[in-house]
């Protein structure tokens, strides 16, 4: 495949293909550059809420599968952005390359068209949707107009991407693989003045083998930030939470401007008394002696931190606090990041936790909230399907009291990757070792029957993965609700 930097892509195309345009970022770009008065199309094998509601709502035209001859009706596209998932034999990629025209991944779109010259990453192995979703939101409060890409969707219906015209830019900056063709990690196309970093742990195994060689993308990220100057002044800034061993380290290697954040008594900006409830957390934040009282609807105690982190970076950047504050107690969170789909007596729980650490901590988080039994269907993303995986399922869901395996999405998986994936029934097996209950179902009406079956006040049924479990959670919510 040719390398897309030879293909020149016009600096303002009429028209835009997505090939892969139901992914959540895919969606999001596509979404920016249609409010900018782009011509915009895009294809998918299959489309799912709310990235497909929300495309519908925007009036972009989308058609599933990959066919060449719909994505040039009315003319060929100028630029074709690509997902990540994309197979180098897909046949709507194989007709760009053949007719030269021009492509970009994602990540290459997000930064040729939303990074400005004040380029704010927010990464880490987990936190980094949500912290940049608050503060691209905090700096639309205080009117900043800054551009953004955020990996999820807004709970008060606000674009996940969008291109203003301020000087700031927020980006979600995904360590893994920007495409097919470029084995980098997306946010390297995201030229950081700024980095926030919530936490490095080893994660991706399918792209990072070796722990050394995931913490290493981070260690060659943060030495993109420009250095201070022989006057130590204006150079650019990470903030960093130092509650982990690892970004400490990296950060002292990379010898760059930084502030700390944490619960550790050493960090500049350090979070305390933090309480959560089902109505959201309050805790405050002390910096240099000064106490700020910060209260949020968001669920999980753990989001102080996430607070806190975008906090430091707002502040540091000239954010007055009392504006801060006041943008953290109206931001309502992300879709599919606890999101409570149905509460009444019982409630249903939607997340995007596709892995055995991320299904770890919101388990941690429901059973410190909710008294009853907790019901656990899970989905893993790719990299949670290999045999590299299965040691970090030991464990993974001690907080449930039963966990259901649904029938696996299939994957679009280039037909020349040699890993192989499990399926559901050995994904069950597999974490069976360490849990007592655990049930393999491939039909879909009978998980919703089962999963609902004898539920009582305070039980929770939450759904952890990726994918749009096909219905199952809307289906759920209608028999809980008594809707037929």
Request: glycine share 8%; net charge negative.
């Amino acid at each position: 495949m040719k390398n897309t930097t030879t293909n020149n892509p016009a600096e303002k195309p009429q028209k835009v293909h997505f090939i892969g345009i139901c992914g959540v970022a895919m969606s999001a770009v596509a979404a920016a550059l249609w409010n900018k008065g782009y011509k915009v199309t895009g294809s998918d094998s299959g489309f799912f809420p709310p990235v497909s509601t929300n495309l519908a709502n925007l009036g972009i035209p989308y058609y599933p599968g990959f066919h060449p001859e719909k994505m040039i009706e009315g003319g060929a596209p100028d630029l074709v952005i690509v997902g990540n998932a994309i197979a180098t034999k897909n046949p709507e990629l194989l007709y760009v390359e053949e007719h030269n025209i021009p492509f970009l991944s994602y990540p290459e779109a997000a930064g040729r068209y939303l990074i400005k010259p004040h380029s704010i990453v927010s990464t880490g192995t987990y936190g980094k949707t949500t912290s940049s979703a608050l503060l691209s939101h905090i700096l639309k409060h205080a009117g900043w107009k800054p551009s953004y890409m955020i990996g999820g969707v807004a709970q008060d219906g606000s674009p996940a991407a969008a291109i203003d015209s301020g000087d700031w830019s927020v980006v979600e900056g995904d360590e893994y693989t920007t495409a097919k063709w470029d084995q980098r990690p997306k946010f390297a196309h995201y030229r950081p003045t700024h980095l926030l970093m919530t936490a490095v742990k080893w994660d991706h195994a399918d792209v990072y083998p070796t722990e050394k060689s995931y913490l290493d993308a981070f260690r060659t990220l943060i030495k993109t930030v420009p250095p201070a100057g022989e006057d130590g002044q204006h150079g650019g800034l990470v903030v960093a939470c130092i509650d982990t061993e690892t970004l400490p380290k990296l950060l002292a290697e990379a010898k760059r401007p930084f502030v700390s954040y944490g619960k550790s008594k050493d960090a500049d900006y350090r979070y305390e008394n933090a309480v959560g409830s089902t109505d959201g957390i309050t805790f405050d934040i002390v910096y240099h002696g000064k106490t700020y009282h910060i209260k949020s609807p968001l669920l999980g105690a753990y989001n102080a931190e996430n607070i806190t982190g975008c906090f430091a970076m707002a502040r540091e950047i000239g954010i007055p606090p009392g504006d801060i504050t006041d943008a953290v107690a109206s931001f309502t969170g992300i879709k599919r990041r606890l999101e409570k789909r149905y509460e009444n007596r019982i409630a249903v729980i939607d997340d995007i936790a596709h892995s055995p650490e991320k299904a770890k901590s919101v388990l941690s988080i429901l059973r410190s909230l909710y008294t009853g039994i907790i019901v656990a269907v899970y989905e893993p993303n790719t990299g949670n399907r290999t045999p590299q995986s299965k040691p970090s399922y030991k464990d993974a869901f001690k907080d449930a009291d039963t966990v259901i395996i649904p029938r696996l999405s299939k994957l679009k998986i280039d037909a020349s990757d040699p890993e192989k994936t499990f399926d559901g029934g050995e994904l069950a097996e597999t974490i069976k070792e360490s849990h007592k209950d655990v049930h393999y179902i491939d039909d879909d009406e009978e998980l919703v029957r089962f999963a609902t079956l004898g539920r009582n006040e305070g039980d929770v049924i939450v759904f952890l993965g990726s994918h749009g479990f096909r219905g199952m959670i809307e289906d759920t919510v209608k028999k809980l609700a008594g809707i037929k």
